[in-house]
């Protein structure tokens, strides 16, 4: 069994944000494996099972708002017993460009709330990790108030590719690895 957590804050006013594309890239997981994402009883999140290639994998949109987002996840774990490497995170960068994609085997999460959660809940950073650029902030804005706004015009032609890029690294992690997949999508920049 794999996971893949989508990192994003529940409800309407946040569905468009930057901080939702992890959200986002798990919509289109579960669209292309025609799959619906349902509220589950025993953890606040969204969740659907699916099959990606030859493995059985449940898709999770934690309902805990982005500070939180580690209790669900670590919830998922314990039920359906994934391993830390068996689960993927897929969540915004304010420091990677607009369009990037970096596929991590592990790491810190920087300065992302979503991430410091995940790490404290799950007590490893053993768990690959597709980060979905955002940036760069500008030098004036408010940190809060750019990832919690809205993609700018000419960042919405794009975003609709970005996030079935994103998705292809989750699907690319599965079939051929995290090493492979970082060689692969880490230098590709959307355009």
């Keep these: 069994m794999k996971l893949v957590v989508g ?3 529940p409800g309407k006013e946040y569905e468009r944000t930057r901080h939702n594309i992890g959200f986002m890239v798990v919509d289109e997981l579960a669209r292309r494996q025609g799959v619906v994402l349902k509220k589950m009883f025993w953890f606040p999140a969204l969740q659907a099972k699916c099959r990606i290639g030859e493995h059985e994998v449940r ?5 805990t708002f982005m500070n ?6 670590w919830g998922a774990m314990k039920k359906w017993r994934v391993p830390a490497e068996s ?9 990677v460009a607009f369009g990037g994609i970096r596929v991590r085997a592990k790491g810190s999460g920087g300065s992302h709330n979503g991430m410091k959660s995940m790490l404290e809940w ?7 990790r597709v980060r979905v650029g955002i940036g760069p902030k500008p030098a004036e804005a ?4 750019f990832v919690l706004g809205d993609f700018a015009e000419h960042e919405y ?5 970005v996030v079935e890029r994103a998705a292809d690294a989750v699907e690319s992690i599965f079939s051929v690895g995290t ?4 060689n692969a999508f880490n230098q590709l920049q959307i355009g």
């Design 179 to 182: 090493e492979r997949t970082m």
């Design 59 to 63: 898709l999770l949109k934690p309902a």
């Design 122 to 128: 799950l007590q490893t950073k053993g768990f690959p």
């Design 7 to 9: 990192l994003g804050n």
């Design 87 to 95: 689960t993927v995170v897929v969540y915004d960068d304010v420091d």
């Design 157 to 161: 032609l794009k975003l609709e590719k």
């Design 142 to 145: 408010d940190m809060v108030e």
């Design 68 to 73: 939180r987002s580690g209790k669900a996840a």
